[in-house]
């Protein structure tokens, strides 16, 4: 690849580098506007994030061992614009279509971005340095499929803001509850099984070797109830889930920061 294709890729990922460094700061837009649709935005952003993962398909194609100059060089300013609309429509984003629904839209345009200069960065010997506190908590490889990953995730982002808390109220609190479920019903079938083979072989050394439960055999009547307590913290879990979220009908601005207020208890 020559030294001005090399220039033109480096200076296409230092403009993606600005557009991150802005989103990322985006906090939503004060006012309101009758404008933002939540479905109309999630169809826009679809529709940009499949143009955007077809020019980059080219790019990738184009850069490859012969690189192909006049190709990237008419690509670099497709992908700046798709780039540049993504951003645009982000940031249309008010405050009053909820925090939680904000952070994941946002999440997801910034992992799209931090893959793409990854992905650039993989072709030029000029790499562009990402600020650390934007990429901190991610870890991205320069891989075509890690783009095309998060390209996906771009055109799968929650409907509006009451989708955006079901989901995080799942992955955050109802999967801990339900996986804190089964790892105690685990341990406690397992010291009873250990119990009982204990008592079975009473005088055997060697069973007595062997037993190392978790769980007391002392402590498994109270761990027993502490399983019930469990299962009903994992029924209202989903109740809320079901009822609170999902069959939260209207999304004006009370409920939205109600959704909101959920996720911080």
């Known amino acids: 690849m020559d030294k001005e294709t090399q220039k033109l890729l480096h200076a296409t990922a230092l403009n993606i580098n600005v557009l991150l460094n802005h989103v990322h700061k985006f906090e939503g837009l004060d006012e309101k506007t009758q404008e933002f649709s939540e479905s109309k935005f999630k169809e826009t952003i679809k529709s940009l994030a499949t143009a955007i993962d077809k020019e980059v398909t080219y790019l990738i194609i184009a850069c490859k061992p012969p690189a192909r100059s006049s190709d990237v060089e008419s690509l670099c300013p497709k992908i700046n614009a798709g780039f540049f609309s993504l951003v645009q429509q982000t940031e249309r984003i008010p405050k009053s279509a909820g925090r939680t629904y904000l952070h994941a839209v946002r999440k997801a345009t910034c992992q799209s971005l931090i893959a793409a200069i990854g992905l650039i960065n993989s072709f030029i010997d000029d790499n ?128 939205v920061v109600w959704l909101d207020g959920l996720l911080e208890q």
């Open 128 to 255: 562009v340095e990402m600020e650390q506190s934007v990429v901190s908590d991610m870890m991205f490889m320069p891989r075509s499929g890690v783009f095309w990953e998060h390209c996906k995730a771009l055109s799968q982002v929650p409907a509006d803001n009451r989708t955006a808390v079901a989901l995080e109220w799942t992955t955050s609190v109802g999967n801990l509850v339900k996986d804190a479920v089964t790892e105690l019903s685990e341990s406690l079938d397992s010291a009873k099984e250990a119990t009982t083979a204990h008592g079975e072989d009473e005088f055997s050394e060697d069973s007595m070797d062997e037993f190392d439960s978790d769980i007391p055999a002392d402590r498994i009547d109270k761990g027993r109830k502490i399983e019930k307590q469990l299962q009903a913290a994992k029924h209202t879990c989903d109740k809320v889930a079901l009822r609170c979220i999902r069959d939260c009908e209207q999304l004006d601005e009370e409920r």
